[in-house]
C-alpha cells in the first residue's frame, strides 16, 4: 500500500502475482514499463475526477488495469462517468503519441519502443471491453442509465459484463481445447477475476439498489438547484412500492401519481414519500 497525494493506492494479488510472473522470465523493463503504463492510465481517472469536484478515495492495481474507487457524492452525471472512464484510455493515447513524437525526433528507437507502444494499445483496447470495473463497462452502464431505470441499469450492465467475462474465459481456454493454440495464463487469470467479481456484483443488487434509494436526497438538491423538470410515474394504488421504486431513472426526479381503479388520480406523491415508506417496511403504495 502506497499513499501519494492524500490517495491509498493498493495492489491487488493477481497484480502482483502476474508482475512476479514477469521478474521470473527476466522481463524487469517490461515490468516497470507496464506498471507505469497502468498508472498514468488511472491518473487518467484521477485527474477528471478531480476536475469534476469529485473526490478519488483510493486507487487499486488490478491485472488488468486499476479501479479508482470514487467518493458517492450523488452529483455524478451519466456525461460526466463517461467522461471519467475514457481518461484512462486517453491518457494510453496520450503516451503512444509521444513516443511516436520522440521515435520521430531520433530520440527512440529499437524493440522497446514497439513493446511500449503496443501495451499501451492493449491496455486502452482491453478497458474498452464492456465488462465491469473496466471503463468499458462503466461507459456501458452510463448509457444504460440514460435509456433505463437505475434497477434495470443495475441488471444488465452486469448481464452484458458476465456475457463477455465468459467470452473472455473461452477466448483464452478453446485454442487449448481444439488444440490450435496454447492457454493464454494472464488472460485466464483476468477473465476469471471478472467473472467472478460480476457474479458477486449480480447478488449484490439489492444492497446497490437500496443505496441508491439512500442517496436520493442529494439527488433532490441537484434538481432543486438546477431547477430541472420532474419524471411523473402513474400506479395504481394498490401496486407494490418496490414495483414503483424501480421505475426510477438515475437522473431524474419524480413525482408519482396515484391512480384508483376507476383512472382517476387519487394522489400526487413526492418520491422521497415513497421511498421514506419503503425504507420504513410498508410494501403497499
Known amino acids: 500500500m502506497i499513499k501519494w497525494r492524500g490517495i491509498t493506492v493498493t495492489f491487488h494479488p493477481f497484480f502482483v502475482i502476474i508482475m512476479l510472473t514477469s521478474v521470473l522470465t527476466g522481463h524487469f523493463l517490461e515490468l516497470l514499463a507496464l506498471f507505469a503504463i497502468v498508472f498514468v492510465h488511472e491518473l487518467g481517472h484521477v485527474a477528471a475526477a478531480r476536475w469534476f469536484g469529485i473526490t478519488v478515495l483510493s486507487v487499486q492495481m488490478l491485472p488488468f488495469g486499476g479501479v ?42 529499437g524493440p522497446f519502443l514497439a513493446y511500449f507502444i503496443q501495451s499501451n494499445m492493449i491496455i486502452a483496447l482491453f478497458n474498452l471491453l464492456p465488462i465491469l470495473p473496466l471503463d468499458g463497462g462503466k461507459i456501458c452502464q452510463s448509457i444504460c442509465s440514460i435509456l433505463l431505470p437505475y434497477h434495470s441499469t443495475l441488471v444488465w450492465s452486469l448481464r452484458i459484463s458476465l456475457v463477455f467475462s465468459t467470452l473472455l474465459l473461452a477466448y483464452a481456454v478453446v485454442p487449448v481445447l481444439l ?57 395504481e394504488k394498490s401496486k407494490p412500492l418496490d414495483h414503483i421504486l424501480r421505475l426510477f431513472k438515475r437522473e431524474k426526479y419524480h413525482f408519482i401519481y396515484v391512480m384508483n381503479h376507476q383512472g382517476n388520480v387519487v394522489a400526487v406523491v413526492p418520491e422521497q414519500r415513497v421511498i421514506s415508506s419503503y425504507l420504513r417496511g410498508n410494501p403497499g403504495a
Not at 503519441?97 to 521515435?103: D, E, I, Q, T
Not at 496454447?182 to 439498489?209: A, E, T
Open 179 to 235: 488444440n490450435f493454440g496454447g492457454l493464454q495464463f494472464n488472460l485466464l487469470l483476468v477473465g476469471s477475476f471478472l467473472l467472478y467479481s460480476n457474479l458477486m456484483d449480480y447478488r449484490n443488487i439489492p444492497y446497490r439498489f437500496l443505496r441508491f434509494l439512500m442517496n436520493r436526497d442529494k439527488s433532490f438538491m441537484r434538481h432543486l438547484v438546477g431547477g430541472s423538470l420532474a419524471q411523473p410515474i402513474v400506479a
Open 68 to 109: 479508482a474507487v470514487m467518493e458517492d457524492t450523488g452529483y455524478v452525471t451519466a456525461g460526466r462517468e463517461m467522461a471519467i472512464a475514457l481518461a484512462g484510455p486517453f491518457q494510453n493515447l496520450v503516451l503512444i503519441g509521444a513516443s511516436w513524437l520522440l521515435h520521430a525526433a531520433g530520440f527512440w528507437d
